[in-house]
């Protein structure tokens, strides 16, 4: 096992003293705080990053302000040919990108490499082929005419401005990727505030947009705390924040919107999603299907599944075949390219997922497999399998965001859909059966705003994603964007 050597151009990036991207290029925080940046696979700290603050937020919008006027008037072809040369630059700088995903996050080089860039790319291009097919409405009035007036009237969709986007550590890049290209195609600007645990490949991501065409102060990143957020959501120069992580942080972050003036606000939240097995699906293939939506990325997917119903003739079946399969699971450094299942990303997250598995001890559940934190260096935990005793159980019921797949038998199809639907979270869902027709029987008595049938987690840019019930506000992807990053404005003609 040996970890691939880093490019000599990722060392010196993180070697640098990281400043903020406003207008284009570097400027030091004005108060010169910074923060530090921690490989989870190590625990050593491998950048500084500035913290923002009240100044630097202030210096952050005003220049997000001058790009708006000046992006939103380039015309939409244009926009979109630059986003293409974006996706381009990502692509010829894959693996630079990819070491330093995998450095910050721990996320094993495969997927950094597959998601990070390769799917984030793929998004890029999809949100390009847009910029010339935002269009409106031609509408015909029905005013009374008494002299011979006519009538006509149309819609125009505007952008929205300048748009704040938040960004979790899970999929630091894609995650950006999805928010920057909604607001650059529609002609908005945007500030991207990445996670304090993320804060780096980001700024790389910034520097080729430059490199792209992009103007100054159509994208400008500001790393640092949660409070840097804030303080960009409550800014009266802001007017939309596109939010993604936690469903408390993302309720916080709506009422801050709405008080500073009704800023309009995406919420993609966090979740707690259901996998439900009918009995006639093939053991290996229900086992394969677990590990795709819940041990993928060690379950740091906010669209994974973490509460399995399976039917109680084959759970156990299900748990033992289940359990085989994760103890040959590789468990390693993320940079070495055979490995399987690396860290999760933080030494904060660990310890919560330490504190699940003790809660799950204190209420009887059954740990088939897993349950503990490994002891190495780095942010470990070992993937796990628990089966609960009932509905009630903390395990079955709080986001882990962790590689934990917890279980309970059902009897009937009636009581599957009871029990997928018990919670208050409806960000995704999956069904697994070889009757299509009663899958399609059934999609519709599901809460969630995605549900896939015989698959999990994969998202596509033409599908809208979102939560349903405490699980968000608003659709990313497929046309659903646009009303979100524009506003509509109607003009009525006398002629
Ligand atoms: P958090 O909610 O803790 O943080 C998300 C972002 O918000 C971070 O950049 C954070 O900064 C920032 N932030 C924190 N406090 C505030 C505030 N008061 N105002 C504005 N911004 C703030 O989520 P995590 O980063 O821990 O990500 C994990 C969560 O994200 C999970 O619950 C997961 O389900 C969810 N998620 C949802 C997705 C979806 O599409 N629905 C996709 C991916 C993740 P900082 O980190 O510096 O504190």
Known sequence: MSDIPLLPHVEAFLRRQHALFIDGGYVQSHSGQTLEATNPATGQVIAEVADADPADIDAAVASARRGFKHWSQVAPATRGTVLFKLADLMEQHREELAQIETCQSGKIIQISRAFEVDQAAHFLRYYAGWASKITGQTITPSLPSFAGERYTAFTLREPVGVVVGIVPWNFSTMIAIWKLASALVTG???IIKPSEFTPLTILRIAELAMEAGLPPGALNVLTGT???GKGLVEHPGTNKVSFTGSVPTGIAVGQSAMGAGLTRATLELGGKNSAGFLPDVDLDKAVSGIIEAGFLHSGQICAAAERFFVHRSQIEAVMDKLAQRLSALNIGSPLDERTEFGPVANRQHQLKLGAFFDRARAQNNRIVHGGRLIDRPGCYVEPTIIL???VDDTLLNEETFGPIATFLPYDTEEELLALMNNTPY???ASLWTNDLGKALRMVPAIEAGTVWVNMHTL????????????SGVGREF????IEDYTELKSVMIRY
């Open 226 to 228: 949660g409070l840097v």
């Open 388 to 390: 609960a005793n009932g």
């Open 188 to 190: 908005c600007s945007i």
């Open 426 to 428: 409806g960000l995704s």
């Open 478 to 481: 497929g046309a659903a964007f």
């Open 459 to 470: 998202l596509d840019p033409a599908v809208p994603f979102g939560g349903s019930k405490s």
